[in-house]
């Protein structure tokens, strides 16, 4: 069950244990940490294509050291561009949703952790490049914020609300490398501790923007139902693409021919597995909308199933 806003107390601790206010600076340490993965291979689908497997170390490690760069980037820019642009709408009261004055000073705390969350994001792209030799590749954020964004293109009047559901969306996703990246005794460890405590942190969060959709949801009219039933599954969908142009480039920049490179997103990215991996990562998203009602909206079913969530229509 979803706690209400009212009932939420997960940041009545928040000066104690968020990562901000709990844990040091993390560093690399200056052993031969740095000559493990920079990131846990078995879940990217590209590190493992046999064309890649085939290739010599320095340039295996080249591509996963770029993939690493470019989720810490994406990281930086998501956590700013999106989770920031809504939740310090939240925090100033100009969401259009009536909020207590504790819900707004929580989304406070999210907006310092978001920022936080960012830097040391950006802190260890600095780290591990200083330490591993290999530079990051230019990262751009803007094509996939267009996709993003592009949802509410059709509904101009609704690009604020959207860019409140990005956030719910967001924020409530499973994202099993959070949990399993910090078990991974493999990966370097500065990128363990952070995405441990960043793991913390977003277990708050996850229990915030769940009682903040159930809170939104309540306070929508019916033909804002509608709407925002048949918008969900494309946020969904566009929040979890994979960074195929990033690997792309890296594998590009790493020497392999473009018809390697074709062969390996081509053959990692197929359309069928990536939606698969999308409806797990989606899973308790969609079954809070689903206690919310929101598949019980005329037409919603039949959006989500026609996204390619066939489980709603089973719900
Ligand atoms: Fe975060
Ligand atoms: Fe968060």
Known sequence: MTYTMAELKVFESWYEKAGVRSTPRRLTPQDQDILKSFFPKHIVPHLNHPLLEAQEAPLKRYVE???????????????????????QKIADNKSGLELSRRIRMDAFKICVDENYHALYSMDAVDQVEQRSGIKSLDYEFAPFLARL??????????????????????????????????????VITLVRDIVRDHAIDEGR????????????????????????????PDIIVQSLQPATRAARTALSQAGLSDQAVNTIIEDSYHRDAVMAGIVYASERTVALFQECGVLDVPGAREAFAKAGFPQALDA
Request: proline share 2%; net charge negative.
């Open 149 to 186: 964004d592009g949802v509410a293109d059709g509904h101009p009047q609704h690009r604020e609300l959207v860019q409140l559901l990005q956030v719910v969306v967001f924020e409530t996703l499973i994202t099993a490398l959070l949990n399993d990246v910090p078990k991974d005794k493999g």
């Open 65 to 87: 050291a770029q993939h690493l760069y470019q989720w810490l980037n994406f990281t930086a820019e998501f956590e700013v561009s999106v989770v920031l642009r809504a939740t």
């Open 205 to 232: 969060h996850h229990a915030y923007f769940a009682a903040f959709f159930k809170h939104l949801w309540g306070q929508l009219s019916s033909s804002e139902r509608v709407l925002v039933a048949r918008l969900l």
